[in-house]
């Protein structure tokens, strides 16, 4: 049986396609004869990248021998300088090491840099003589005269004197320590008992025997004066100590 032929109902028409974005403000780039606008950036082969970092290495090496020529003419300058400063010494102290640093915390760095310089010194068991500037401020003028410093600010601790000698201060040990040099400058002083001092457990100052640290002082003929024994905290130096100055 034949089947007869129907007319579609789908109708044709000549117009041309619509979009179905309702936006055309990038159309001008898809139409664009610019081949620059839909062309990807290149990238370096890897042997191109290598050749630019071998070159860069090899620019920057050809400026070493100038450069550790440089830091040896410093150091010899540095070397020939510290010869022709003239040494710091502490008459008296040729027997034992003077430090001065402090025990207040108020500057963090500073605390820990004297506390690890105290700790360095205290193993070699030798005499020390331990200068607290916060204990009495008759140290403070002292080191300063000693080193020739005007201004207070710019007074650093720890200051370290070994035989009488200027060492200097926390970095100047602790390289001395490293090095084993330190332990030469220690062979040269005599040995330390053990122990701490009875009078003053260590501490290296007492109450004033004349004032009882109260800093005034009674006379019937002039009433109450001050103490010119003691510091300004009413105390004096331990004298059995090896903490006392010699």
């Known amino acids: 049986m034949l089947l007869g032929r129907t007319k579609s109902r789908v109708r044709f028409h000549d117009?041309?396609?619509?979009?179905?974005?309702?936006?055309?403000?990038?159309?001008?780039?898809l139409l664009s004869d610019d081949d620059d606008t839909l062309a990807t950036?290149?990238?370096?082969s890897i042997c191109h990248r290598t050749r630019s970092s071998v070159k860069s290495l090899i620019r920057s090496l050809s400026h070493l021998p100038s450069f550790l020529e440089n830091a040896a003419a410093a150091a010899v300058a540095a070397e020939e300088e510290e010869e022709l400063r003239p040494e710091i010494r502490i008459p008296g102290a040729e027997a034992t090491i003077v430090i001065y640093f402090t025990s207040l915390r108020v500057v963090r760095s500073t605390f820990e840099d004297c506390k690890a310089v105290r700790t360095i010194l205290r193993a070699f068991r030798v005499p020390i003589d331990e200068r607290d500037l916060s204990m009495d401020g008759r140290f403070t003028e002292e080191l300063l005269e000693i080193l020739g410093i005007t201004e207070k600010s710019?007074?650093?601790?720890?200051?370290?004197?070994?035989?009488?000698?200027?060492?200097?201060?926390?970095?100047?040990?602790?390289?001395?320590?490293e090095t084993g040099e330190l332990k030469k400058y220690m062979e040269r002083l005599p040995r330390a008992a053990l122990g701490t001092c009875d009078t003053c457990g260590g501490y290296g100052f007492i109450l004033c025997i004349d004032c009882d640290g109260s800093r005034k002082c009674y006379?019937?003929?002039?009433?109450?004066?001050?103490?010119?024994?003691?510091?300004e905290n009413g105390l004096i130096r331990c004298p059995s100590c090896s903490s006392a100055p010699l």
């Open 219 to 231: 006379n019937e003929k002039a009433g109450f004066r001050c103490c010119t024994l003691c510091n």
């Open 154 to 177: 710019k007074l650093m601790l720890p200051r370290v004197f070994i035989g009488g000698r200027y060492i200097g201060g926390a970095e100047e040990v602790r390289c001395l320590h």
């Open 15 to 29: 117009a041309p396609p619509k979009f179905a974005c309702s936006s055309f403000k990038d159309i001008h780039i």
């Open 41 to 44: 950036p290149r990238r370096l």
